[in-house]
Every structure is written in structure tokens, then in C-alpha cells.
């Protein structure tokens, strides 16, 4: 298996939530991808499997307003690059719908905690007088990044 279908492979393992599950499915799937000849597929073919299966699992139902958002986003930005003479800026719109789902989907992440660190941290407690900026700071991103497409719309 050559190191770009291994990346791809790590890659989509890495996108699952939680532990157990992205260590079950990171070694079934590089035993997918070693043994793809014997079963008659590329070792590509399975890495493309993975990140997709990887992508579905990660379909919940709070992610259909972002997935709606960056329909409208690629939609309205295909149909104002097309038809009118603002072909940069819908073309940049079209763009952002496009990136919004995997923005969303790394935001996600790294912002959520797996079962067994939401337990071993439940049963021992917050460390005395820490502060937590990171939530803040992650909650802060998609309202700039909302800003900065508004400035970009109606400049």
C-alpha cells in the first residue's frame, strides 16, 4: 500500500468520533487496504471507501442546517458567478459553501470529547482554578468567519 491510500485511510479514521471506534476502524481498514489485491480492488479504491464511510458516520442530525447552509452557499454562488458579472465573488462564495461541511466537521472533532475522557474527567473533577479558553475561542470562529463572508457579499 503506497503512503498516500495509508494517509487517506488514516485520514478517515481520524475523522470518527470517538477512541474505540477510530482504533477499530484505522486497523480494519489498513487490513482492507493490504489485502484489496487478493479481493480484486485497489488499494485506492478502499482508502476512497473508508473517507466516505468515515464522512456518513459523521452525519448526525445537527449537521443538516450546516450541510443546507453550504447548499445555498455553492448554489447561490454557482448561479451570481454564472449570471452576472461578479465572477471572483461567486466564485468565492461557491467556495465557502464547499469548505463550510469540513470546517464544521474538523471543528467538531477536536472540540468534542470522547466518552471515556468525558467520564475519567467527570470522576475527577476540574483542576483547581483552571480556566478553559479554548471553547471560547472555538465558539468565537464561526461568527468571524460569518463576519468575514458578510464583509466579502457587500463590499
Do not use: C, Y
Not at 487478493?38 to 468515515?54: D, F, I, N, Q
Not at 468565492?92 to 469540513?102: D, E, H, R
Amino acid at each position: 500500500m503506497n503512503p498516500l491510500v495509508r494517509g487517506v485511510i488514516v485520514t478517515a479514521a481520524a475523522l470518527l468520533p470517538g477512541k474505540a471506534r477510530r482504533e477499530r476502524h484505522l486497523e480494519q481498514w489498513l487490513a482492507d487496504g493490504e489485502g484489496a489485491a487478493e479481493a480484486g480492488l485497489t488499494s485506492s479504491r478502499v482508502a476512497l471507501g473508508a473517507l466516505r464511510a468515515a464522512l456518513v458516520m459523521n452525519l448526525t442530525r445537527r449537521s443538516a442546517v450546516p450541510l443546507g447552509l453550504a447548499a445555498v452557499l455553492v448554489i447561490g454562488g454557482v448561479r451570481l458567478a454564472v449570471t452576472t458579472s461578479e465572477q471572483a465573488l461567486g466564485t468565492a462564495v461557491a467556495m465557502a459553501g464547499v469548505a463550510l461541511p469540513l470546517l464544521l466537521l474538523i471543528i467538531r472533532r477536536f472540540t468534542e470529547r470522547d466518552w471515556e475522557d468525558t467520564l475519567t474527567a467527570g470522576q475527577a473533577g476540574p483542576p483547581p482554578g483552571r480556566k478553559r479558553p479554548l471553547p471560547l475561542i472555538l465558539g468565537a470562529v464561526p461568527v468571524i468567519l460569518a463576519a468575514l463572508l458578510l464583509l466579502i457579499l457587500f463590499r
